[in-house]
């Protein structure tokens, strides 16, 4: 992969030019290390995007990157281990010389391929030299059952031996993902899946820093940081990473999922890609957060298999959807979500949990129940000291409210009639509005919310329909 932005002009373009610029050549342990402690000593952050491992899983890494290991990322699915492996690489350097055409990306100073040791001998100081930016220094590979050694390392290469190449020449080699990924950081995402024998494989690269090709004699040193991830039931229970592998990594990090609703929020605002259009109030985005932390710690899901952050995720931008849905339904000019929108995300969500044996067949009823309850929190947070008597009020007398997914904002907010404070009601509720007066669909979100939260509280009833319910006393 090229960078996109070309590399300053200023840098040099050849060896004779990168020595008389008193370049400094560095290995990739000692390059992270010296960045990331300056980046500490600067205050800066180290890993951006991350949130809830600030005194848990950063000091881990930092400490294993300081003293030059590869590492190894324990944690349940969806708690972030690929994106917080990929900030690895804002450690490197911006731009790194490498010689130019060299398939290993040596460095100009130590070249260690055949043909790079043959062209610096050949060319001296007049070795071209081409800079590659840090994003091009980051290799990845997700292991599959049917990865093979030849895909990580390297294999023979039919095209060179057919030139007349002789079958013991170094340059027949055609390099696999870890040798092109030299002077870079390399993850393999999902360890235990990579079969045994190319498991073995990686042996050479994590201990004595070399390759070994086939029947080749060939001994190339690699430069390299290398990064996995894996689930910790796969790591630990069915043993499906070699016991030798598992010592040559230097390291292992234990990961999380947030550790407070704070951390929850901030990560499902960070990762959510709402459709554009939508609003999805403030207290909505909490109660899906509640939610998925209610799932995360209920004794029928598999705490093996863990509750992902997609889950989060894929709710709230079910939510936003369904907003969306609504207003083309019913011609609304401002889609915003309300509480009605969440019955919508249970079904899509039942393929990302797993549940325990004991919950089969319940599986909808009890994601229901939690988003009730998640539902339920919120409004205690949120609406949980303000006198809602005059709301109530409105039904004293047998009166009703129907809502649901298809009823606008207008709609609602005329069948429920005057709202004595609503101002005050928004402003709890969904304290993110803009400055002015609130719109009707806001209005509409906040007022649904409330009725919800009385019903939950069992100060109101609520006949539930597939599509809405009706709100009595």
Known sequence: MTHATPPPVRLPRTLGALRESGHVYRSIAAEVRENLLARMGEGVPR???MHGFDDTVLPQLERALIAGHDVVLLGERGQGKTR?????????DEWSPTVAGCPINDHPFAPVCPTCTRRAEAQGDGLPVRWRHRDERYGEKLATPDTGTGELIGD????????????????TIHYGLLPRANRGVFCVNELPDLPAR???????????????????????????LLVASANPEDYTSRGRIVTPLKDRFSAQVRTHYPPDLDHELALLRQEADLPEGSVV?????????????????????????????????????????????????????????????????????????????????????????LLRRGVAETF???????????????FSGGGTVESGDLVSATELLRRVGVVPGLAGLIERAAPETEDGPPTPGLAAAVVEFALEGLYLERRLSKDIAPDGGVYRF
């Not at 023979?156 to 030139?163: C, F, K, N, T, Y």
């Not at 190319?198 to 390299?224: H, I, K, M, S, T």
């Not at 205690?380 to 409105?394: F, I, Q, V």
């Open 156 to 171: 023979v290469d039919p095209a060179r031996l057919a030139e007349g190449r002789s079958l013991g020449d170094p340059e």
């Open 281 to 369: 109030p403030s207290h909505l985005w909490e109660s899906v957060a509640r939610f998925a932390r209610l799932v995360r710690d209920s004794n029928r899901v598999d705490q093996w298999s863990g509750v992902s952050v997609r889950l989060t995720v894929a709710a709230i931008e079910t939510v936003a959807a369904s907003a969306l849905r609504r207003a083309a339904l019913v011609h609304e000019e401002v889609p915003v979500a309300r509480v009605c929108d969440l019955a919508g995300v249970v079904e899509p969500l039942l393929g990302k949990v797993e549940f325990e044996a004991g919950a089969q067949g319940r599986e909808a009823s009890l994601l229901e129940t």
């Open 84 to 92: 917080l492996i990929r900030t690895i690489a804002g450690l490197l």
């Open 47 to 49: 890993f951006p995007g």
């Open 380 to 394: 205690r947070s949120r609406l949980g000291e303000t006198d809602l008597g005059p709301l109530s009020d409105r």
């Open 198 to 224: 190319a498991q073995v494989a990686l042996f050479n690269v994590l201990e004595e820093r070399d390759l070994q090709v086939r029947g080749y004699a060939l001994r190339l040193p690699l430069d390299l």
